[in-house]
């Protein structure tokens, strides 16, 4: 399927600000996947300012992009589609379906919370939006009049602040509410995740207790059953908690420094990206535990084997964020309203 050429996001109405489609290099059932279910992926990457549209094309698989500040958290629930962007939260309704089947979404709100480090976002029932918070290390809930409200946070943190004492970077929302989230360390000391990083991580319930630690930068839960899937950075794992028993399993491992993951039917599709260069001390002992890559890949995994059923390279980004799955087989972005104000000031809910 081509990307339609009225694709417009995050602009004026007659200006297409979408990249022109091209094709990547797929491998194995990735395209068959995407056809079979008649799915799209949402892709964002922080480190290039792209949020990128994977699509079926007729023989091959297709990526289109946007240019916007700093995406990474993504979520779609219903007809409600939420962007994390470095200043805020887009939200995107779906007011229509093109003759093609792709759904178009049109910019409702532009809530301004501050470069807060918008991990992992929610939707609850009543449409309320949460987000982790990553800079206050904390789980947070946009309402009108302020930037955010504080809705929960670790309880080994310090006083509320921009301080990112665990590095809260994960979150599973199923049902109206968090279930899951990871951290990279336990600390109640401003940074104090990055000390000994590489073996700090761990798995919360919604409540805030401990399911897992000693994990490597782990991101992206996912309840699967009973158990609860996610990835490690720092070893290029994908790995599983089952919360009653505690016991931990490698489901598989692949190249690349793991991040973002979405489920649909038993697939998982995952993110690989290089080692990032500014990650210091931290980059030159990623490269002793994980296999190298030269660009991003996202690898489908059947979760329930740890098979690896496809790939797609995608050597035009830096990073990937986050990743999710859209249950049709393109997006259209139309035009957005003029962006809010800004505000200045938090409240504790």
Request: proline share 6%.
């Amino acid at each position: 399927m081509a990307i339609p050429t009225r694709i417009r996001a995050f602009g004026r109405r007659n200006r297409a600000v979408a990249s022109a489609s091209e094709s990547v290099v797929s491998s194995g059932q990735f395209h068959e996947l995407l056809c079979k279910y008649r799915l799209s992926l949402l892709v964002s990457s922080r480190q290039g300012d792209r949020l990128c549209l994977i699509t079926a094309g007729e023989s091959d698989v297709q990526i289109a992009d946007w240019q916007i500040p700093g995406p990474m958290g993504l979520h779609l629930r219903d007809s409600m589609l939420c962007v994390g962007w470095s200043e805020g939260i887009k939200t995107f309704h779906n007011v229509g379906i093109t003759d093609d089947g792709s759904a178009i979404y049109a910019e409702t709100t532009d809530h301004r919370t501050g470069p807060v480090s918008i991990h992992d976002i929610g939707i609850d029932d009543a449409g309320k939006i949460w987000f982790l918070n990553t800079l206050y290390s904390c789980l947070c809930s946009l309402q009108p009049g302020v930037s955010f409200a504080v809705e929960w946070a670790p309880p080994f943190t310090g006083p509320l602040g921009p301080y990112d004492y665990c590095h809260l970077n994960g979150m599973y929302f199923d049902e109206g509410q968090a279930r899951y989230f990871t951290a990279l360390g336990v600390s109640n000391l401003p940074q104090g995740w990055r000390d000994n990083v590489l073996g700090r991580g761990v798995l919360l319930t919604g409540e805030g207790n401990l399911v897992a630690e000693g994990l490597s930068l782990p991101h992206s839960p996912i309840q699967v059953g009973d158990g609860v899937i996610f990835v490690e950075a720092g070893n290029g794992r994908v790995s599983h908690v089952d919360p009653t028993t505690l016991r931990y399993a490698v489901r598989c491992e692949l190249p690349g420094v793991l991040r973002g993951a979405a489920l649909h039917e038993g697939n998982l599709f995952v993110g690989s990206s290089r080692v990032r260069a500014s990650s210091g001390l931290v980059a030159d002992a990623l490269a002793q535990r994980i296999r190298a890559i030269d660009g991003c890949r996202i690898t489908v995994v059947d979760v329930r084997t740890g098979e690896t059923l496809g790939a797609i390279e995608l050597p035009m980004l830096e990073e990937i964020s986050t990743i999710i799955v859209v249950p049709v087989p393109g997006i259209v972005f139309e035009r957005a309203p003029p962006p809010g104000e800004p505000f200045t000031y938090i409240v504790q809910a």
